[in-house]
């Protein structure tokens, strides 16, 4: 890169860097935020509510797509840089002084989800009006090589994310950081944001945008233009299919393994988020190269590869993972039979937004222990009462919390706290041979991910024309990651509780990327190279394979 690239690509990542960091504080701190705003569910309920505050910062980012990229097409892609940045890094601050459930009841999880929703709203503008302004700025050679270094933001803002977590956690102890220090990352994101909006301000209004304007020929209406033919609604439809697919393994990889971790593996959130510290750092750098290696062969064969290696080695991963992780819980999973017998009627799903019903029923009762110690259970559906039976012990009646509570702990279950195996407290522990085989599975998949989520964004600048670009790709993009990846981790840990095993739920993301990946196969063109001048409003661009 140039003088002049360099400034404009490093001040674009700095920006995005800054948003991904606010918006990804809430997802590293999902068991904390549980427990604070939803303190009156049980467990798996506080994880599940949280993960869908998580989620709504992304079911309204279609809508700030619409909003967004609407006026990025039509007054330019600076001014909404500034003003997305504006409104997440006001809406972080905000959570860092939110009153909990404790204190206030019912209104703390509704201003929270008030301030995630205008964070979703702020980083869906984000990124459309990012992508398009990098891309438009790239030489065609390298522009997948440029889109990484934005692309890869979410991956380092994580991993900063993170740092500032444990910084805070050592400094104030982890008594004070679970009652109050969890906010102090929120707060200290006031600096960032002073010194991103200083730097944004300094640049300058993307060429092709500028010459579009001279010439007078911004999209009146870019929302209809985008749907303005059979061919363009197809296209969208494509980026919507890939957005979605590259979301399951981004927030499998990330939000979901980060939160499974801590609550199904019971390891500390030290050690988990040190480990995921440094495997983000490393997965910046491999998105990086992963667009770069997209401007060599194509955005097609890196793409398809992210998908189909995370579809087929998702379960022999994470099935490593946890018996390394927390072998004594790994153990009693396979070696142990649990079986509720309830009357199905009695047996409620555990999913309470308004906070209006109380789960005390036996079987209630029974699966709320069970899911708190991570226990794979099976149900039998009877007319009798609740009976559970663990190998060939079984319990019920009045004494049931206490009987199989004590049942579990005979059968080898880790019942009193959490695992042992891999424990990071100083920086030793990093060489430790469990940490480390579990950081390198854990960065196979952030691999994964990196090759999927890397090119799609270079890919999705590709195919649609300049006056509509940011409105074209930002409304199936958002609507696909709103929909899919925000969702995921809320969605896969109610089907873990409901089914009693966490690992089940792996199905759905497994078979929605294997569906996603046999669609983009026979839909999806290559644009390696394309000159984004050239793109019409008709014919979506594709270059023959020796085009540079």
Not at 187 to 201: E, G, H, K
């Amino acid at each position: 890169m140039n003088r002049q690239e360099l400034k404009i690509v490093g001040a674009s990542a700095v920006g995005t860097a800054f948003e991904w960091y606010d918006f990804f504080l809430y997802g590293a701190l999902v068991p904390v935020i549980g427990a604070k705003f939803f303190g009156d569910y049980s467990p798996s309920a506080q994880t599940v509510f949280a993960l869908l505050t998580f989620a709504a910062g992304f079911i309204v980012r279609p809508i700030g797509a619409l909003l967004f990229a609407r006026l990025t097409d039509m007054v330019g892609r600076k001014v909404v840089f500034l003003i997305t940045l504006i409104l997440m890094g006001l809406s972080t601050v905000v959570v860092g002084i939110l009153p909990t459930s404790a204190q206030i009841g019912v209104l703390a999880p509704i201003l929270l989800v008030s301030c995630r929703i205008l964070q979703g709203l702020a980083v869906s503008g984000e990124f459309g009006a990012a992508v398009t302004y990098v891309s438009e700025y790239a030489p065609r050679s390298q522009r997948g090589f440029f889109v990484g270094w934005l692309t890869g933001t979410t991956a380092l803002a994580l991993s900063l994310s993170l740092a500032v977590q444990l910084v805070v956690e050592r400094i104030v102890g982890s008594e004070a950081y679970a009652a109050w220090g969890w906010r102090v990352p929120f707060l200290v994101s006031i600096l960032p944001l002073a010194l991103s909006v200083w730097i944004r301000s300094k640049l300058h209004e993307s060429p092709l945008f500028q010459q579009m304007k001279a010439q007078g020929t911004q999209a009146k209406a870019p929302l209809r233009e985008a749907f303005g033919s059979r061919k363009r609604i197809r296209m969208v439809a494509v980026v919507f299919v890939m957005a979605s697919a590259q979301s399951f393994i981004g927030y499998l990889s990330t939000v979901y393994m980060l939160t499974t971790m801590k609550t199904n593996l019971k390891i500390d959130s030290f050690t988990v988020n040190c480990i995921f510290l440094v495997i983000m750092l490393i997965g910046f750098f491999l998105c990086v190269f992963a667009c770069w290696l997209s401007d060599r062969i194509g955005r097609r064969p890196v793409l398809f590869a992210g998908l189909a290696l995370a579809a087929l080695t998702v379960f022999p991963i994470t099935n490593a993972i946890s018996g390394t992780a927390n072998p004594e819980l790994k153990h009693a999973q396979d070696r142990t039979t649990v079986t509720i017998k309830a009357d199905p009627s009695t047996c409620s799903f555990q999913f309470n937004p308004a906070g209006t019903t109380k789960f005390t029923s036996d079987c209630d009762r029974a699966r709320k222990i069970l899911q708190s110690n991570s226990v794979t259970f099976d149900r039998v559906n009877t007319t009798g009462p609740t009976t559970v039976q663990v190998n060939d012990i079984e319990v019920s009646g009045p004494t049931l919390d206490a009987d199989l509570t004590k049942a579990l702990g005979s059968a080898g279950y880790p019942v009193k706290g959490s695992a042992t195996s891999i424990k990071i407290g100083g920086l030793g522990d990093f060489f430790d041979s469990a940490v480390l085989k579990v950081a390198l599975l854990l960065l196979l998949l952030v691999a994964y991910a990196q090759l999927a989520q890397g090119p799609a964004s270079a890919a999705m600048a590709e195919v649609f024309p300049t006056r509509i670009r940011a409105t074209a790709l930002s409304v199936p993009y958002q609507l696909g990651v709103g929909v899919f990846g925000g969702l995921l981790p809320a969605t896969m840990v109610a089907i873990g509780a409901q089914v009693g095993s966490f690992t089940t739920a792996l199905w759905y993301p497994v078979i929605a990327m294997a569906i996603g990946l046999a669609i983009l196969v026979f839909t999806l063109p290559e644009t390696k190279g394309v000159d984004l001048a050239d793109v019409t409003l008709d014919e979506p661009a594709e270059v023959s394979a020796g085009q540079n």
